[in-house]
């Protein structure tokens, strides 16, 4: 399939230019003088310089986030990589007009292939940052780039709702009681998604979600709003897609179909809920970990199939839904799979709540949640004489309500016994994914 790619890319291609110095390399140039190349060097004709590349050779070593441990490094082919790269456009087409901005680290896996090789290998623009995407840097860069392509992690879109959208619907009295109405809600979703295209630059027709559970509440919003959103499933041990809800796909809470070429199975499933571990094969696969052979052989079934160590289930259209990962599940009292993340997913909706982690402790579930400890702070202004000690105690009272609500919410295994307040930001991954073993 790909034995004469390296031929027809040397016939395409005119110059090679050096990303660092925009030194331009020349005829005969030797592999490694290329480095040292001046900047000012007179464009001359390419020679024939490629190197002899296999479909199985390594292209790179791409480190796992570590949210549960330590990091493991992935052994990604330039199979996996071009495979890959190729499926993604049976999910979205990818146009030479389309401009990419991007706000994810390129040692994201996520980054790498979809939002770096996709784009290049369609002719697309990809637009970078000069400093860390913080809304001071990236309001101006949406209006400038007017992105009509971006690939995000939950937390950012998560944080923007909070922060800025769900307030608006908590203002007032009447608007809150609208709110809680069906019909009205959908129509202040979509009155509130509308302005928030028109903040990405207002050309934006997909917005790629992927990396962790998106929030429910934060889903429904922007389904409700018709904003361009998308969810896609994947490790960064598939290169990373397996499953992608993109348009007609898309269903609340689901991570849509296989990717065209992707198998997926449920192992070991429950046969009264359908849940299992979701395994996964295809030519996206990792060949396996860095100097780790024992590791690699432990997340490979004897038939060669790959465990994501993910548990999940399918619908009868074939849509995949997560339930969380295998390593973090708890186990309850009576043998009840408690999963956190959807007990997260029911704190992070209430109000003032920033984010959250549920752990068990000597037995117990405990709720550490991080307040917005700036909204409160807006929306409670009457001070005392003491202002932090009103702060802290409207905090409390916050925590307790939030603690009554969520228990009213889960079901009666998943309910939580203690509820702690986070001061800080929760330690992340460069994925921003929390690390979990620190607070276990």
Known sequence: ????????????????????????????????????????????????????????????????????????????????????????????????EDRFLSVLPLSHTLENTV????????????????KPPVPSVLLPAFQVVKPTIMLSVPLIIEKVFRAKIYPEFQKSALVSKLYSIAFFRKILHKVAAKKLHKTFGGHLHFFGI????????????????????????????????????????????????????VQLRIANADPLTGEGEIQAKGLNVMRGYYKAPDITKEVFTEDGWFKTGDRGSFDKDNKLYIKGRIKTM????????????????????????????????????VAMIHLNMEEIEQNFKEMKSDAQQYIQDKSDEILKEIHKKVNEEVNKFSRIQQVILQPNPFEKTPTKKIKRFLYA
């Not at 050779?57 to 990589?81: C, F, P, Q």
């Not at 922007?222 to 998308?230: D, I, K, S, W």
């Open 210 to 261: 992927g990396g962790a559970k998106l929030d429910p509440t934060v889903e429904r919003f922007l389904m409700e709003g018709g904003f361009p959103y998308a969810i896609g499933y994947g490790l960064t041990e598939t290169s990373p897609l397996l499953a992608g809800a993109v348009g007609k796909n898309r269903k609340l809470g689901s991570t849509g179909i296989a990717m065209e070429g």
């Open 1 to 96: 399939m790909y034995g004469n790619l390296n031929i027809e890319i040397q016939q395409l291609v005119e110059h090679i230019i050096l990303v660092d110095t925009f030194a331009i390399v020349p005829k005969n140039a030797q592999a490694d003088k290329i480095l040292e190349l001046p900047v000012s060097l007179p464009a001359e004709p390419l020679s024939n310089i490629w190197a002899d590349v296999e479909e199985e050779d390594l292209a790179s070593i791409i480190y796992t986030s570590g949210t549960t441990g330590n990091s493991k490094g992935v052994m990604l082919t330039h199979r996996n990589l071009a495979w890959t790269t190729q499926q993604c456009a049976t999910l979205q087409v990818i146009k030479s």
């Open 330 to 365: 708890i186990v309850g009292a009576s043998g009840e799979n408690i999963y956190p993340e959807e007990i997260e997913s029911v704190i992070n909706k209430m109000r003032y709540v920033m984010e959250s982690l549920v752990i068990e402790k000597k037995g117990k579930l």
């Open 115 to 130: 939002g770096f090789l996709l784009p290049v290998k369609y002719g697309a623009s990809v637009h970078y940052l000069s």
